[in-house]
């Protein structure tokens, strides 16, 4: 399976200000995914992050709020923009292994940012 | 749009027993993925178990096997012989296939008395 690691595992940011969160993979992979997980809540997809396409927002999710990059194969980065403390949460990627490679529709996380907005 | 309930937020067993967790989904797709993920302490999602709608079959992995109900749309997990180490809250999720991700019913928090 992916081994997948996230920069900053935590960090504590004043409002306003914005954040960019790292996700490293340690093989090419076709999909990410970025989630949230709200204090004491579940995970609720923010978007999907293909190489070589802009990303798909959900719901409730935006651009300019969540821009996401995808360089390559294996990283990507989230930005929570002009934070408030709603945004408090933590947020996770994960990535599903390339159906050649691996088991198609399985999932693989990351081991989250946790995010507090002062 | 999907959706999964988990309708017990707290459950608790003890050690060496069995448990069994629930999940009902709603979908008008007629193949797609089932997945019950574990999340510790630490945070870090930890697949347990999986199951694609077109096997009849029920899936196990050691002391973890599920109910799924197609008609029903239901898919519980069992835990056997639960150990001090299945303490966590557990995720029951659905999968469309494709580019989709996961969505995610609220959780279950399981305890595990000694």
């Known amino acids: 399976s992916a081994v997948i690691s996230q920069k900053p595992s935590r960090d504590i940011c004043q409002r306003g200000t914005s954040l960019t969160i790292q996700c490293q993979v340690d093989?090419?992979?076709?999909?990410m995914f970025w989630y949230r997980q709200q204090p004491g809540q579940s995970l609720t997809l923010i978007a999907t992050?293909?190489?070589?396409?802009?990303?798909?927002?959900e719901s409730g999710f935006v651009i300019d709020k969540f821009p996401i990059s995808r360089p390559n194969l294996t990283f990507s980065t989230l930005t929570v923009s002009n934070m408030s403390p709603e945004d408090s949460s933590i947020y996770l990627c994960?990535?599903?292994?390339?159906?050649?490679?691996?088991?198609?529709?399985?999932?693989?996380f990351g081991p989250g940012t946790r995010l507090t907005v002062l | 749009a999907q959706t999964v309930t988990q309708s017990q937020p707290e459950m608790s067993v003890q050690e060496a027993e069995t448990v069994t967790l629930s999940c009902t989904y709603d979908t008008s797709e007629s193949d797609y993925y089932l997945f019950w993920y574990k999340q510790p302490p630490s945070r870090q999602m930890i697949l347990v178990i999986r199951q694609e709608a077109y096997k009849q079959q029920n899936a196990t992995e050691n002391r973890f096997s599920v109910n799924f109900q197609k008609a029903a749309k239901s898919f519980s997990l069992k835990i056997s012989d639960s150990q001090l180490g299945d303490a966590a809250m557990y995720f029951c999720?659905?999968?469309?296939?494709?580019?989709?991700?996961?969505?995610f019913g609220k959780g279950t928090h399981l305890i595990i008395q000694p």
């Open positions: 999720a659905y999968s469309g296939g494709g580019a989709d991700g996961l969505t």
């Open positions: 994960s990535v599903e292994e390339d159906i050649f490679g691996g088991i198609p529709n399985e999932q693989f």
């Open positions: 093989s090419q992979v076709t999909m």
């Open positions: 992050a293909n190489q070589g396409s802009e990303a798909t927002y």
